[in-house]
T-cell receptor, first 112, second 114 residues
Framework: GQQLNQSPQSMFIQEGEDVSMNCTSS?????WLWYKQDPGEGPVLLIA?????ELTSNGRLTAQFGITRKDSFLNISASIPSDVGIYFC????????????FGTGTRLTIIP | DAGITQSPRHKVTETGTPVTLRCHQT?????MYWYRQDPGHGLRLIHY???????DKGEVSDGYSVSRSKTEDFLLTLESATSSQTSVYFC?????????????FGEGSWLTVV
């Protein structure tokens, strides 16, 4: 099936640092979604992107829909302890095909 | 919160027994999905539904069946559970938002097959 390459797989940072992660695809998507998952819980939607080139913010989080439609980026500024978790990107073709394809996740750890 | 409830939240069952997981939504969404999540594989689509009695397979549908007899409920059945079906199962719904659709997840059902 379709694959999304998400990187990095894991990150170890200090509180206050900025974080960047990205997803790339071999084919285009018309929607990109970013989720965060805490242990024992379901993925929670952070940001949804619907247009190539779109840049959207949600508090300290900013995500971009790549202009080629084959990639997306998530940045977290000034990280805090509650940012710890696994971040997933997901692409959706839409246009009647509503299935999501997920990246394998980026595990964010904050070093005391 | 997209009004999604999964049950049971945790279950331990024996190999060969049938198991049904239920997803209930309260907001009349047309699209519903079942995903499983495993280490190293991320979230993978099992089956999805685009309306009452309308379902289709995802990428890992073998060993699973689904039914949707009413809009609010989407059932996932393991006819004869195997150890490889030990996993966390997430139900999701698709909600239309302006320019496109957004998918929201339930809290998960942890299934252990022994």
């Amino acid at each position: 099936g379709q694959q999304l390459n998400q990187s990095p797989q894991s990150m170890f940072i200090q509180e206050g640092e900025d974080v960047s992660m990205n997803c790339t695809s071999s084919s285009i998507f018309n929607t990109w979604l970013w989720y965060k998952q805490d242990p024992g819980e379901g993925p929670v939607l952070l940001i949804a992107l619907y247009k190539a080139g779109e840049l959207t913010s949600n508090g300290r989080l900013t995500a971009q829909f790549g202009i080629t439609r084959k990639d997306s980026f998530l940045n977290i500024s000034a990280s805090i302890p509650s940012d710890v978790g696994i971040y997933f990107c997901a692409g959706q073709l839409g246009l009647g095909n509503e299935k999501l394809t997920f990246g394998t996740g980026t595990r964010l750890t904050i070093i005391p | 919160d997209a009004g999604i409830t999964q049950s049971p939240r945790h279950k331990v069952t024996e190999t060969g027994t049938p198991v049904t997981l239920r997803c209930h939504q309260t907001e009349n969404h047309r699209y519903m999905y079942w995903y499983r999540q495993d280490p190293g594989h991320g979230l993978r689509l099992i089956h999805y539904s685009y309306g009452v009695k309308d379902t289709d397979k995802g990428e890992v549908s073998d060993g699973y069946s689904v039914s949707r007899s009413k809009t609010e409920d989407f059932l996932l059945t393991l006819e004869s559970a195997t150890s490889s079906q030990t996993s966390v199962y997430f139900c999701a719904i698709s909600e239309s938002r302006g320019h496109g659709n957004t998918i929201y997840f339930g809290e998960g059902s942890w299934l252990t097959v022994v």
